[in-house]
């Protein structure tokens, strides 16, 4: 990706599989695993064997490209953007999460993803 060029399928599986192992061995204890998960098919091998609950953040691209621009050392050139939006699979409604306005300040995010795992775990 820092040369500008998207990994494929074949590309992401290891970092997925060992992604999907780091959950399940700490399913326990629980956790946060930061993915950008944008296929389904990603997002089944992540809760393969696990309780996964995803927070889907989505905004518009301009904001999205500002944000990148705005990483100091990050290893993925805006230019890239495009081809991580075409290949974006929105949560269907039978995955477990929630979908979020990244235009919200992240503590508002938050809490909200807060209150909606919550809401799940206590059964409503």
């Given at each position: 990706m820092s040369a500008g060029e998207p990994l494929d399928d074949a590309d992401r599986l290891p970092w997925l599989h060992a992604i999907a192992e780091w959950i399940y061995a700490h399913q326990d204890c629980g956790g946060v695993v930061s993915s950008s998960a944008l296929k389904r098919a990603y997002r089944t091998i992540l809760r393969a064997r696990n309780d996964v609950w995803f927070?889907?953040?989505?905004?518009?691209?301009?904001?999205?490209?500002?944000?990148?621009?705005?990483r100091a050392g990050h290893f993925m050139p805006v230019s890239l953007l495009d081809s991580q939006l075409a290949d974006l699979e929105p949560l269907g409604p039978d995955e477990h999460?929630?979908?979020?306005?990244?235009?919200?300040?992240?503590?508002?995010?938050?809490?909200?993803?807060r209150g909606e795992l919550g809401s799940r775990a206590g059964g409503s």
């Open positions: 927070l889907h953040l989505t905004g518009p691209a301009d904001v999205i490209a500002e944000r990148i621009r705005a999460g929630w979908t979020a306005d990244l235009r919200r300040p992240p503590p508002q995010i938050v809490r909200l993803a």
